[in-house]
């Protein structure tokens, strides 16, 4: 009977909001409700996103709406990727504090294509932290991507001709292409800026914590929510709506990191980086100066005068044929030989024929 069947539906929204409510990183919204209500399998009952709505304001249980944050900035033509394993992204969350005044940074990491996230804070910003969060936390559950992209802060050094980090040196020994943004460049890092915000939201902006410790124990909770019951993909392009089964579903086609692999190995004793550099590539974004040149690792690389200041170039190391391979709109425009040994070295997992921005006929 209609009466009996909306009661039924009531029963079952009520009972899946209350317990969405009671984790302390889900939502509740109508949205949440009905990807819960099919989660859990009782496909023949999942109400639709109005009735729920209404069921909701009946029973007093909407929260007033607040505007999430959005991200600004064009994106020019980059890439649109549905499969995990490609690109992702990596950011800092820096210089936040806890209850008791414990300065600490949070590092992001994002996979474009499948929205799955892995977060993790530390007392000091570093990439040794950065390189041992990627490939003993990151990359065991999201996959070992093609590219990489990160802000400045990943490869700066103090030497002028030097970008190779143990992050960079890391990359490259995994096969992965680094690609390196000014902040807030186009849209390069929107993605891992989105894993920011979230983050931030359901944690530190939300809960009051004593130490570091409690801190991390509760990301490994939010991590489980944004992961695992965060329905955010698209179910007719990616067969889900679960970044987590994503991956699952592309298991034995993505790239891994070998059992129990830690960069520790890596380091001497005094915490040197023994990594060698790998055939590979670093690609910088730069845009063309007043001289018409780009700068990269403290040097400044001429350009043809024919391109306008201001313009985005991709500008990209060849570790195998030691070369500044500097291109605009898919051209190569010129080369330098750069200041270094060919790479003789192969990294753990292959390569792809050309850099992930190479060919964006759109981007200028």
Known sequence: MPSRLEEHVRGQVISVREALSKDRHANVGPKAIHDEIERLGWI???????????????????RPYRKRRRLTGATLGLPKLFLPGIWQQADWVQDRHLEGGIRFSS?????????????????????????GQVTEQAWPTLSIPYAMGTDNAFSKTT???????????????FGVEAIISPPDTLGFTN??????????????????YQSLGE???????????????????????????????????HVDTLRWPPAGFTIDNYLDT??????????GR?????????????TIAHTHWPVPDTLPIGILTVAAINTTTAQLEIRHQGDLITTHPYPMEPARVDPIHPTTDHGLLDHLPTMS
Request: hydrophobic share 35%; net charge positive; glycine share 2%.
């Open 44 to 62: 023949g009952w999942v109400p639709s996103l109005a009735s729920i709505k209404r069921i909701l304001s009946e029973e007093d249980l909407t």
């Open 191 to 208: 993605h891992v800026e989105a894993c920011n915000w979230l983050w931030q939201d359901r944690t530190i902006d939300r809960w009051r």
């Open 282 to 294: 670093v690609t910088f974004l730069r845009h063309v100066t007043e001289h018409h040149t780009i």
């Open 107 to 131: 590092l992001q990491i994002g996979d474009v294509g499948s929205h799955a996230m892995s977060s993790d804070q530390h007392l000091r910003r570093t990439v040794y932290a950065a390189a």
């Open 270 to 279: 005094s915490h040197t980086n023994q990594i060698p550099i790998t055939r």
């Open 159 to 173: 030497h002028r001709d030097n970008p190779w980090t143990l992050w960079v040196k890391t990359l490259l020994m």
């Open 215 to 249: 801190l991390r124990s509760d990301t490994v909770r939010f991590l489980d929510w944004a992961n695992q019951r965060r329905s955010i993909l698209d179910p007719d392009l990616c067969g889900t709506r679960y970044p987590a089964q994503h991956v699952t579903n």
